[in-house]
């Protein structure tokens, strides 16, 4: 399907990337290398093209892992979606340069999609994180900008400012469906697309868990 009004085709079906270069401490518990790489490999062989990771998944080793199998021959076959947390006034002058570390962290040399991670409450903050994620778009690091987690009130501040944003990623499965009420009207009006996070609730509606303990 086309990803929001971008030219970019993917398929229904994404492969989330949290684990990759997880360790014993890490949320998921440990994930080798090989399985990252077969988990992706199948993920490929079944038609999926679109991969999601984030700058903070394992401070880095996601990225890392993931770019450790991409650079296998296997990056013309992926569309690789990243997450940019929302940076401080202080760090705002280091935000293209912190784009530039992910694509070494990834062994690449572009993004296709660059998500913002979380909006703010600071308005100006969050005016000034749009108009950066707009110029990395402007200078050829990524192909497509758009955000994570946004509400209506975000989405119309992106589009006062004239901020391109193709998609946005929410949290969305069939106990969680606060996005229906505002948040899809909104971006079927505006030709958003939608990234469903958690889908099965991390595995809560898969019927794996007998208990809460």
């Not at 518990?29 to 090989?34: I, K, N, P, R």
Request: proline content about 2%; charged content about 25%.
């Amino acid at each position: 399907v086309k990803l929001g009004h971008s030219d970019l085709m993917v398929s229904r079906m994404t492969l989330g990337c949290w684990t990759f270069g997880s360790d014993s401490n890490s949320y998921w518990g440990q994930q080798e290398a090989s399985e990252s790489e077969a988990l992706l490999r199948e993920a490929i062989d079944m038609g999926v093209n679109y991969y999601d990771t984030a700058f903070v998944y394992n401070d880095g080793a996601a990225e890392k892992a993931l770019g450790d199998v991409i650079c296998h021959g296997l990056r013309e076959k992926m569309i690789i979606c990243n997450k940019i947390p929302q940076l401080s006034y202080e760090a705002l002058p280091s935000y293209e340069q912190q784009v530039r570390d992910s694509l070494v962290r990834l062994k690449t040399d572009y993004l296709d999609v660059l998500l913002m991670h979380w909006p703010c409450n600071d308005k100006d903050l969050l005016r000034a994180n749009l108009e950066q994620l707009q110029k990395v778009k402007d200078k050829g690091l990524v192909r497509e900008i758009g955000v994570s987690n946004f509400g209506v009130g975000q989405m119309t501040i992106a589009k006062e400012m004239g901020v391109d944003i193709c998609v946005n990623e929410l949290a969305y499965n069939i106990i969680h469906r606060g996005a229906e009420l505002a948040v899809f009207p909104y971006t079927e009006k505006n030709n958003i697309g939608v990234m469903a996070y958690m889908p099965l609730m991390q595995g809560i509606l898969s019927g794996k868990y007998d208990s809460i303990d």
